[in-house]
């Protein structure tokens, strides 16, 4: 079908009565044709045969978005909403917000997702004035993800900016079993992959039963932050070499 396709493409006037050159040309461009095809099929089997990446959140929703904020706080206080529904890992995401420090009565900070100013992405904004903790965390509303990472190999949080160094901390928990943290420093105006490979947490969750998956963002005054997205990656090596595996079988056929 797809070569007759090409054929009739390539003459569509003439078609009974080619001269060799233009059988020859067809032949090349079939055989061609059809190699990219194999290719391009055996790299695509490869892609769908890696463990598959788990997305938790792009935060791109809810539509309208989801913040918190707290204005002219004193040390202590918080806000915290629970939005389910979205398109996250487990339909349910928790903002929390927290003061940890003032140096001014006059103060404000802000935590937002998908919002005005931070469209498809989340948006940590403190004031000159505050010190905060912000901690997101996916749990399906409390009713556990049960989700199986143990095919994965890492967390990573496509970090679009902050401006003062800033502790990323995730934990991972299995209800009725153990929780699993890592910590990740950035220095100012870090843009680009954080990383925390499942080998570099410490604690006792099962990676095939993850319940509830918690990042606290922990940043000195006046920080302001914004992420892209949160997701699970495959090991770099596992996914060239099984790529690379496809292409080998491919070639023996070839051969055959
Ligand atoms: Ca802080
Ligand atoms: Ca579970
Ligand atoms: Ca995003």
Not at 123 to 152: E, H, R
Not at 167 to 180: E, K, P, R, V
Request: aromatic share 8%.
């Amino acid at each position: 079908m797809a070569n007759r396709f090409v054929d009739l493409a390539l003459y569509p006037r003439n078609d009974s009565h080619h001269s060799q050159e233009q059988n020859n040309n067809t032949m090349k461009i079939i055989t061609q044709y059809s190699f990219g095809r194999l290719i391009t099929g055996a790299l695509l089997t490869s892609m769908a045969d890696l463990p598959a990446a788990v997305v938790v959140d792009q935060f791109n929703s809810p539509d309208g978005g989801q913040g918190v904020s707290i204005s002219n706080g004193i040390v202590g206080t918080s806000q915290n909403d629970v939005r389910t529904g979205l398109t996250v890992l487990g339909g349910s995401r928790e903002v929390f917000l927290q003061l940890e420090a003032i140096y001014d009565a006059a103060n404000f900070c802000s935590a937002n997702v998908n919002g005005v100013t931070s469209t498809d992405e989340f948006s940590l904004a403190n004031g000159s004035n505050v010190d905060t903790v912000c901690k997101l965390t996916w749990d399906a509303n409390s009713g556990g993800l049960n989700t199986n990472l143990s095919l994965d190999y890492a967390f990573s949080i496509l970090n679009v900016h902050n401006d003062t160094p800033v502790a990323y901390t995730i934990s991972m928990q299995t209800f009725g079993g153990g929780t699993s943290t890592q910590t990740v420093n950035t220095g100012l105006n870090y843009t680009g992959n954080l990383t925390f490979p499942f080998s570099g947490f410490a604690g006792g969750a099962n990676l095939a039963d993850i319940d509830s998956i918690s990042l606290n963002i922990e940043g000195g005054r006046s920080v302001d932050v914004s992420m892209d997205a949160l997701v699970t990656v495959p090991e770099p090596a596992s996914a060239v070499l099984a790529a690379l595996g496809g292409l080998g079988l491919l070639v023996r056929r070839r051969r055959a």
